[in-house]
């Protein structure tokens, strides 16, 4: 069955680090059009970063320097590290493929930056 298994999310101090996974079945998984998304309490769900062809990848102007996006093409698996965390990163991120008509999302993986 096709699915996204985000992990990695937890609690963490603002300037933390983080990495988070999505395992993806084969049949979802691309090299590009994957991304990761984010929807913090009482806000839109945004997109945070995405591959694209050639191996580009693309970020939300306010991340960038903070989030790499990047993919292991032999295990089907999306990353995103995290790193210099704040509060505003609060939310629950999750990953998909896009432009798929398919539209699966996976359940999410909540990350909390609190001191």
């Known amino acids: 069955q096709e699915h996204l298994v985000e992990s990695g999310g937890g609690l963490v101090q603002p300037g933390g680090s983080l990495r988070l996974s999505c395992a993806a079945s084969?049949?979802?998984?691309?090299?590009?059009?994957m991304a990761w998304y984010r929807q913090a309490p009482g806000k839109q769900r945004e997109l945070v970063a995405r591959?694209?062809?050639?191996?580009?990848?693309n970020y939300a102007d306010s991340l960038k320097g903070r989030f790499t996006i990047s993919t292991d093409a032999a295990k089907n698996m999306v990353y995103l590290q995290m790193n210099d965390l704040k509060t505003e990163d609060t939310a629950v991120y999750y990953c998909?493929?896009?432009?798929?008509?398919?539209?699966?999302w996976g359940q999410g993986t909540q990350v909390t930056v609190s001191s």
């Open positions: 998909t493929r896009l432009r798929d008509p398919r539209n699966i």
């Open positions: 084969k049949m979802i998984f691309s090299p590009h059009d």
């Open positions: 591959t694209t062809r050639g191996g580009g990848r």
